[in-house]
């Protein structure tokens, strides 16, 4: 339930593409349209996106490093009665994007937050994986240390579920090589690279198969990681 909104202001999550620029719905285009402004995680990627679609709208910037004073400041105004967008880069703002401490102070302060569902790279890949979908666990980006990735992946290896995760090309083979050590090389795994774009790959199968064939194909882009239950297969 929404709580009793003190303005007429409201704060709008718009969900933009992961890749392919036409997957913009309808709605999240109004609703770029109609807002008094767009917060966003780069104001150079969401001014390329309303480019294509030729909306002129002011621009700030929304990103980690400013995330905490922002999240104040735009709170102020739409208590005020703006109507403000928020996006990430890419996907759903707040979903391993900024944007968690301004939904907190929306709720803090009893503002509206109206979610503008849409593209999301996490249920994509799942939903193309061929794995399981009946009970999921998303677990975001790993770890920069090694220890503390095992750590995690030791604590998951039972879930009865499938283990949603995004990973960087600088960290993929590693992290790979890590889950088979861990998991098994026999555990079945989705890699999706580059979901919606031109050279999208998906490869599904045993972990090792999965190894072998990145290995011949370009390291390039950003990597969505599904790793099926225990003794999955098919």
């Known amino acids: 339930m929404l709580p009793d909104s003190k303005s007429s202001g409201c704060l709008y999550l718009v969900a933009s593409p992961i890749g ?11 609703t770029l349209v109609n807002c008094d402004f ?9 001014g390329k996106l309303l480019s294509r679609l030729e909306i002129q709208k002011k621009l700030i910037s929304y990103r980690e490093e400013n995330e905490k004073a922002k999240s104040l400041q735009i709170a102020q105004e739409i208590e005020q009665g703006k109507k403000v967008a928020l996006l990430s880069d890419a996907g759903y703002p707040c979903i391993s994007d900024p944007g968690f401490r301004l ?5 803090i302060q009893k503002l509206k937050v ?21 009970q999921y666990t998303y677990l975001g980006f790993l770890p920069k ?20 995760l995004y990973e960087s090309k600088y960290k993929i083979q590693k ?11 026999d555990r079945f795994v989705c890699l999706a690279r580059e979901l919606t774009k031109s050279h999208e790959s998906i490869l599904t199968g045993r972990i090792a198969e999965v190894i072998e064939q990145q290995s011949k194909s370009s390291g390039k882009g950003e990597f969505t990681l599904v790793i099926a239950p225990q003794d999955y297969s098919f």
Do not use: Y
């Open 20 to 30: 392919n620029l036409g997957d913009i719905s309808s709605r999240a285009i109004e």
């Open 175 to 185: 992290t790979l090589l890590l889950i088979s050590e861990i998991m098994g090389e």
């Open 38 to 46: 767009i917060a966003c995680e780069d104001t150079r990627v969401t």
């Open 114 to 134: 109206i979610p503008i569902p849409g593209p999301n790279a996490a249920l994509t890949a799942l939903a193309v994986s061929g794995l399981p979908t009946h």
């Open 103 to 107: 939904v907190r102070e929306c709720h």
């Open 145 to 164: 240390k090694s220890a503390q990735t095992r750590k995690i992946l030791d604590s998951w290896i039972a879930f009865e579920g499938s283990i949603v």
